[in-house]
Structure formats: structure tokens, C-alpha cells
């Protein structure tokens, strides 16, 4: 197992030892590359943490490091940086799911806010079942289950009936049946089944 790590991206090194002395001093562990293209050489989905991403970089930017993720389908909470972001640029990151933009010159508990809530969210999308195997469509609606319905889920999953799910959590049958077909609709699969074979098929 990896411990959470803050992988701080920007081609300043002046700021990079900044940023990463900051992740320190509160316990948390930090890497920092000099490019886009130095995080993709090291990037292991495996490894659990968030990303401090400089907007604007040489070669290639962080909203194109961004845009490169997604289509990897790689989950990894994103906090953009930049001295020069505008409304469009933040706008642009967040549709793509960054968890914050933080111009700088920053504030550094208004930083470290922000890494926190990415740090939160990347634990939570490796609490779910199989998230890490998911495309993005069922990876993304596994967030937004309700706790009772990750119950159902993970049991069905193990191949437990409705009628063995309701006596296991002390609910009815019907309302199990009730969870399942609404975790069919919010997973936009056929069945429970079939979203078993996506979380044991790996990503290309």
C-alpha cells in the first residue's frame, strides 16, 4: 500500500520547493516534477494522492496534462495553480473535474484547503468497489451512491440473493429490490452482473 501523495507539477522550481516544503510541514508526502511529460513518464494509477498542477508550462500545459488524463481515464484529483488563470481557464478545469484553481500568489491554508478536499476525494473513490478498474460513466455514478446502496452493491457483487442482502442489513426484501434496480439505473448497466465483469476487466 502507497501512502497519499501531493504531486506538485510546475516548471518554477522556485515555486515547486515552495509547494512542496508547505505539504511537509503538515505531514504529508510530496513529489515534484519539472514537466507534464516527467509526471506521465512516473504516473502509476496505483498510487493514491492528488495533483498541484501549474496551469501554464513549457512543452505541455497543465490543462493539457489534464486533458491527457481523462483520456487515460486516470481518477487522480487535480488543484490547478497560476499567476495568470483567467475565468475561462477555470471554468475549462473544473467541467474537467479539477477539484480547485488557486491563483497565486497563494494563500497557504487557502492551498492546503484545497489539496485536503483532493486528498479526501481520491480516498473516497478508492473506497468504492472496483473503482479502480471502472471507464469514467459507472466510476463517476459510484460516487454518487448513498451509503445503503454501496452495502447492496458490494454484496450483490459477492453473489449474495436479495432475500440473503435484506437479512444481512435488517431491511425488506422489497426495499432491496428497490436499491438494485435503482443502482442498475444510476450504473447504466443491464445488471449487477455486468458491472462485477467491468470492475475485474482492466482498463486498456
Known amino acids: 500500500m502507497f501512502d497519499p501523495t501531493v504531486f506538485i507539477i510546475d516548471d ?35 498510487r493514491p494522492g492528488c495533483l498541484v498542477l501549474d496551469v501554464r508550462m513549457a512543452r505541455m500545459s497543465g490543462l493539457a496534462l489534464q486533458a491527457r488524463l481523462v483520456e487515460m481515464q486516470a481518477r487522480i484529483p487535480i488543484v490547478f495553480i497560476s499567476g495568470h488563470g483567467d475565468i475561462g481557464m477555470a471554468v475549462d478545469a473544473i467541467k474537467r473535474r479539477a477539484v480547485d484553481f488557486v491563483q497565486k500568489p497563494y494563500q497557504e491554508q487557502r492551498l492546503l484547503d484545497a489539496i485536503n ?6 480516498r473516497a473513490q478508492r473506497a468504492a468497489p472496483g473503482c479502480a478498474n471502472l471507464p469514467e460513466g459507472p466510476a ?7 451509503e445503503r446502496q454501496r452495502e447492496i452493491l458490494a454484496l450483490a457483487i459477492e453473489g449474495s440473493s ?11 426484501y422489497r426495499t432491496v ?28
Open 12 to 46: 518554477d522550481r522556485g515555486v515547486r520547493n515552495s509547494i512542496r516544503e508547505l505539504v511537509l510541514s503538515v505531514g504529508l508526502a510530496a513529489e515534484t516534477f519539472d514537466s507534464a511529460q516527467a509526471y506521465l513518464d512516473a504516473f502509476d494509477p496505483a
Open 117 to 122: 478536499d483532493a486528498l479526501e476525494k481520491d
Open 162 to 172: 436479495s432475500k440473503v442482502i435484506a437479512t444481512k442489513l435488517g431491511i425488506s
Open 140 to 146: 463517476r455514478a459510484l460516487d454518487e451512491l448513498t
Open 177 to 204: 429490490e428497490l436499491h438494485r434496480s435503482r443502482l442498475i439505473e444510476k450504473l447504466n448497466v443491464h445488471s449487477i452482473a455486468e458491472f462485477a465483469r467491468l470492475m475485474r476487466t482492466p482498463r486498456r
